[in-house]
């Protein structure tokens, strides 16, 4: 708990998570006014075009996690964190569970807040079956499992450019190319991490490999790998 | 007080830091001395946990530093004073420190005042003056109150009031009974601040002793004496303790003064051209010893002697 | 030409324009080679497929334009170049040429050198550069690459932040410009008139369509402009940004 408080501290007196926040929740719910506002029929509006825009929230969400640890390195304050705290793994646990439970709070009023102003703005999709909750209860969890794979990834990067880099280039672009690929392209994308997330929030498509809670599972078992291997890589090196 | 045996640090080829043993003391200032380059932020970064040591092992009070429980409490550290976040407030700073080893948040102010950043302790770390970060640093070396302080050049760019400031502040801490280490690569420096010195020198050690005995090694007066009568000479002041060495038309004498010489002369009838004292200079004598040009001894007396005795260090 | 040769050693004294240039070829030429070795009867290698990589090229090079002036804000080392040369157009100018020259030769080799993966591999396929269409598909690379070069350092220099300018560079790039298409009514109509759209336009529009199968390539762009116009205002914009970039670096301190 100690630790939890500590790295709390340490995220909430900077800027950038404020302003990551304001700008995750602000561009799903803008969006989400957008679309509405924009449609010839806003009452047909579905869930899914209502959420649409959670890809930004979800791009905002991998920024501020990566950053959460690159910019402990970018300023040395890495070093005075693990003088005071020589748990490597657990800081970075820490670390991890903030900026993932931060990420779950960002998701929640994001995705409800895309409802209700989809809502105010006459849109007539409900919470009905268990698969309207998991299109926007789930958001939360996905933001929160990103965040902590963004968090293992700048541990394991280091650097700001280059991991958030990495994250942006693999979520937005090599997840979607790798279909591309004749014959095998389309069933290893199935795999992928992010769109095992989406799959679970309610893009499943036709014959999916994999139900929902079992996606998130597989999404959530990647997440835990790349922490594991940070946290490995962490503790061999030199701070 | 803080234990280092056979510390080794090898980053590819380079050896950082080649088999290293000193002691640091409770009660005393230790300085940790050596040229740029020769080790010594990383073996501080070794003694603190953050890096790993290839061999060798660093004990503080008998533990591993990643053994101590809230270890801020045991050991304070200002390793480079630029380690903050720049837009964090000083004070913020300090309160996830005192966080993070259950230190109660009224420390905080304490030390901020301590330093004397009170003042300024809601603005933003990044547009400190190195003095104030500087400053910022020792407080959180402080916050846990602990027994055992580093410092990695403590003194670097301050103004002289800072630096005086810092010296006065270390034998402060020692005098209450803690171990202070403190790096720096200016042995006139350490002259005033250390009772006790490590000098290393390409990452390996060169000399653990007092800071007296060190600068009386390396200042032993020598005297030059010329004279026509040479060989008289020689043989009027062969006796113990004295080492004399020929250097053309004169010699050169250490181990007697200057008067002693004149007087053994007069006794024998001897007619002197010349007896000047030679003064070896600190710094001149240390960078002989540090430098690249030198073989390293651990017998540092006959080192500084021959050093000075060369005439190279005289002045 | 100083001020060239200045940037030029400053860009490759560091690692990371090396890094970039490895990175950016093996990628695009690794996808070709990927493509050629599963490529069979049904979905042939064509020349468009050997050009899949593209965007991984440009990823590349926009983040290596942009660090090379984000980096030089991060080190301090725009005031040293300021202080060399007071004219800061002429710095970020100069800049800008080298960068966005070695957009496009990592652009041209990374294409050829797809095309000829992909000749290498399968030899029976039918890769001739015949149509315009297909000379611009490999040879308009560079062109491509060179004009995201420009205005990844505009970008650059106005947020100055390597964060800030990758994430704004590659959100816009790969997810502003599709989410868009998902606006009611006037969505497609404004997807047609942005600028990375412009530059697929270039590369992959006006393909005879009884030609190939979409599968077989990028599918083609839906842009508001003919390829060469598209090209002429992709290269716009990026020219633009950059021109708000020298103006405001101009007046801010630096």
């Not at chain 2, 720049?86 to 004070?91: L, Q, T």
């Not at chain 2, 801490?173 to 350490?190: I, K, Q, Y």
């Not at chain 2, 390293?296 to 060369?310: C, E, K, P, R, V």
Request: with cysteine; proline share 4%.
């Amino acid at each position: 708990m100690t630790l939890m408080a500590t790295e709390r501290m340490k995220l909430f007196s900077t800027r950038s998570p404020w302003f990551c926040s304001v700008l995750a929740v602000g561009l799903v719910v803008g969006f989400a006014s957008l679309l509405t506002l924009t449609s010839n029929d806003p009452a047909h509006v579905d869930l899914g075009l209502l959420l649409a825009g959670s890809q930004f929230g979800l791009m905002v969400v991998l920024v501020m996690g990566a950053l959460a640890i690159t910019t402990e390195y970018r300023f040395g304050t890495i070093r005075t964190t693990f003088q005071a705290m020589p748990g490597r793994t657990a800081v970075l646990g820490a670390k991890a569970g903030v900026v993932g439970l931060l990420a779950l709070v960002l998701g929640e009023v994001a995705a409800f807040g895309a409802w209700g102003v989809g809502k105010v703005f006459g849109v007539e999709a409900g919470l009905s079956s268990s698969a309207d909750w998991r299109a926007v209860a789930g958001l939360g969890v996905v933001f929160a499992l990103s965040a902590v794979a963004a968090v293992a990834v700048g541990a394991l990067i280091r650097q700001s450019a280059g991991a958030i880099s990495i994250l942006l280039v693999w979520s937005l672009l090599i997840e979607d190319l790798i279909s591309l690929i004749p014959n095998v392209g389309d069933n290893i994308r199935d795999w992928m991490p992010f769109v095992s997330a989406r799959r679970f929030l309610g893009n499943a498509g036709p014959d999916p490999v994999l139900g929902p809670w079992a996606s998130l599972g597989y999404f959530a078992a990647i997440t835990a790998v790349l922490f594991a291997i940070a946290a490995v890589v962490v503790n061999r090196r030199d701070a | 007080m803080i234990e280092a045996s056979g510390l080794t640090k090898r980053y590819g080829k380079t050896l950082a830091v080649d088999n290293l043993s000193f002691t640091a003391q409770s009660g005393r200032v230790t300085g940790f001395l050596g040229p740029n380059g020769a080790g010594k932020s990383t073996t501080m970064r070794m003694v603190l946990g953050l890096d790993t040591p290839t061999a060798g092992d660093v004990r503080i009070d008998g533990k591993h530093y990643r053994d101590l429980k809230d270890p801020l409490r045991t050991v304070g550290a200002l390793l480079d004073a630029k380690w903050v976040h720049p837009n964090r407030s000083a004070r913020a700073h300090l309160a996830w420190l005192a966080r993070s080893n259950r230190i109660p948040a009224k420390r905080v102010d304490e030390v901020l005042e301590l330093v004397g950043l009170t003042g300024v302790a809601g603005k933003n770390a990044g547009g400190f003056s190195l003095g104030m970060s500087q400053r910022l640093g020792i407080a959180g070396a402080l916050l846990g109150d602990p027994k055992v302080l580093l410092f990695d050049e403590p003194v670097n760019g301050l103004d002289p009031e800072g630096i005086l400031w810092i010296r006065k502040f270390m034998h402060r801490l020692a005098d209450e009974g803690r171990t202070v280490f403190v790096s720096s690569h200016l042995l006139s420096e350490m002259a005033l601040t250390a009772q006790e010195l490590v000098v290393i020198g390409r990452g390996k050690l060169i000399a653990q002793t007092s800071t007296e005995e060190f600068v009386a090694m390396a200042t032993e007066a020598s005297v030059r004496v010329r004279s026509p009568q040479l060989d008289q000479l020689r043989s009027a002041l062969g006796r113990d303790g004295v080492s004399i060495r020929d250097e053309g038309d004169s010699l050169v004498v250490t181990g007697i003064d200057a008067a002693a010489i004149g007087d053994l002369a007069a006794a024998a009838s001897i007619a002197l051209h010349e007896l000047s004292p030679q003064r070896g200079s600190l710094e001149e004598a240390f960078m002989q010893l540090t430098g690249d040009s030198v073989e390293y001894h651990t017998d540092i007396a006959n080192d500084t002697a021959a050093l000075l005795a060369t005439g190279s260090v005289a002045r | 030409m100083t001020l060239l040769a200045v940037e030029r050693m400053k860009l490759f004294t560091t690692r990371s324009p090396w890094w970039c240039t490895a990175l950016a070829l093996a990628l695009t030429v690794g996808f070709a080679a990927l493509m050629a070795a599963t490529a069979n009867d049904t979905v042939p290698l064509t020349v468009a497929a050997t050009q899949f990589g593209f965007q991984f090229g440009l990823v590349v090079v926009m983040v290596m334009a942009a660090l090379a002036v984000t980096t030089e804000y991060r080190f301090g080392t725009i005031r040293a170049s300021f202080l060399a040369t007071p004219n800061r157009t002429s710095v970020l100018l100069a800049k800008t040429t080298v960068v966005a020259l070695l957009g496009a030769v990592v652009g041209e080799v990374a294409a050829f050198a797809s095309w000829g993966v992909g000749k290498l591999i399968r030899p029976e396929a039918d890769l001739a550069l015949q149509t315009a269409y297909e000379w611009r598909a490999v040879a308009g690379v560079g062109l491509v690459y060179l004009f995201a070069a420009v205005l990844a350092v505009g970008v650059g220099a106005l947020i100055r932040q390597s964060a800030g300018a990758i994430s704004i560079l590659l959100i816009w790039t790969f997810l502003v410009e599709g989410l868009v298409l998902l606006i009611p009514r006037v969505g497609d109509d404004i997807n047609r008139w942005l600028p990375f759209n412009m530059a697929n336009m270039f590369i992959t529009g006006d393909p005879d369509p009884s030609n190939r199968d979409v599968a077989f390539g990028p599918p083609p762009a839906d842009a508001g402009l003919a390829p060469w116009p598209a090209l002429a205002y992709f290269g716009g914009v990026a020219v633009i940004i950059l021109v708000i970039a020298l103006v405001v670096t101009k007046r801010r301190d630096a």
